[in-house]
């Protein structure tokens, strides 16, 4: 049975199960899913219709969560969520604050505002961008702090929590916010982020994703 994920290529959590399934070598197929105007019976495969979504065979799932630690009992081989249970824990947890803490600024907040809500023809809510951008510096001080001199943010590996993380700083720069994170003030994130970047998971996808934004952009009549 072959995997089938839904969802934008612009998505976050899209991004997060496309790098997994890549770091993983999963074969997979997908479908592009725009949330603002999903296909009839969207439904069946999220019934909050949000996306991503997978099917595989007859099973349907929502939630990149979800998705990922589904794939991950499927695929257990060279483990994304650390070697011991504290570490699983610990990736759950990083995992948890990309997704609900840095998500709702850099890529609700702020790349959303900003690029896809024009898209829509509704004008970006300056205030909302405003308080997002007051709100990065402590959220990055946390992941500078956690980060410490490590490669990863969990053990000496790459877990699903680094794919998240780096998942809404993709989002950010999208978002026109590509020095938002000071590589004087954040050396070890900084870091981090290009090192992530660099992935064969994340550089072509995100290359692709550039371009597209430009496109964008320049639809927007924007800098």
Known sequence: ??????????SPFVRKCRAYLAEKDIPYEHVHADPGNLPEGYERLNPLRRIPALEHGDLRLADSSVICQYLERLHPETSLYGDNTADYARTL??????????????????????????????????ERVQRSLATLPALFDYLEETLGEREWFV??????????????FVNLEH?????????????????FVERVLKRPSFAEGVEQERSLVGKIRAKLGLA
């Open 1 to 10: 049975m072959s995997y089938v994920l839904h969802g934008a290529v612009l």
């Open 93 to 126: 947890w990083l995992e948890k604050y990309a997704d609900y803490e840095l998500a709702p600024v850099a890529t609700f907040g702020i790349f959303r505002e900003r690029l896809i809500m024009p898209l829509r023809g509704v004008a970006t809510r300056d």
């Open 155 to 168: 053990g000496d590996q790459l877990t699903v929590a680094d794919l998240a993380i780096a998942s809404q």
């Open 175 to 191: 978002g026109g916010e590509r020095d938002a994170l000071s590589a004087q003030r954040w050396p070890r994130l900084h870091a």
